[in-house]
């Protein structure tokens, strides 16, 4: 009987575990789970270096910030799509550049080597140069 009565309560306490497991990840997925935010329409304006992608029709944005002197706000990297079809990124190739532009509301995954697929898109409606050259960072 005392058999019974212990393996009946070893198998309620595992019971009563991977249920309070299972509700705790389901309260709190992942980060890697997580859904990405709503593209927006609102425009954004972003201070940093255009440099080329892997093909000729790729830019990407390199430590991108809407503050560029601020010691606290992490750089993001984009893949840079001109919105009107006059603007004409290449010039600004290895510049340091701001860009007002609609970002896709996607974050790239947290590893330093992510592929250019992988990366959010800001779609670029103006670009002005700031420098011409790219801050060591920023390269």
């Known amino acids: 009987m005392k058999k019974l009565i ?3 309560a070893v198998c309620f ?11 705790t ?3 709190n997925p992942p980060a890697q789970q997580t859904q ?10 972003l201070t940093g270096c255009l440099v080329q992608g892997t093909t000729p029709t790729v830019f990407i944005f390199q430590n991108a910030k809407k ?10 990297k984009y893949v840079v799509v001109a919105g009107p079809q006059d603007l004409s990124l290449r010039p600004h190739l290895n510049h340091e550049v701001q860009i007002v532009g609609v970002w896709d509301g996607r974050t790239a ?4 080597k992510v592929e250019e697929k992988d990366l959010p898109r800001f779609t670029a409606k103006s670009v002005t140069m700031v420098s011409d050259t790219c801050t060591p960072a920023a390269r």
Do not use: L, R, Y
């Open 25 to 27: 990840q389901q309260a």
């Open 67 to 76: 503050d560029p002197k601020s010691p606290t706000e992490k750089a993001v």
């Open 36 to 45: 990405p935010q709503k593209p927006t329409t609102e425009e954004i304006t």
């Open 109 to 112: 995954p947290a590893t330093d």
């Open 13 to 23: 306490s595992v019971g009563v575990g991977a249920s309070a497991m299972q509700q």
């Open 6 to 8: 212990t393996t009946f």
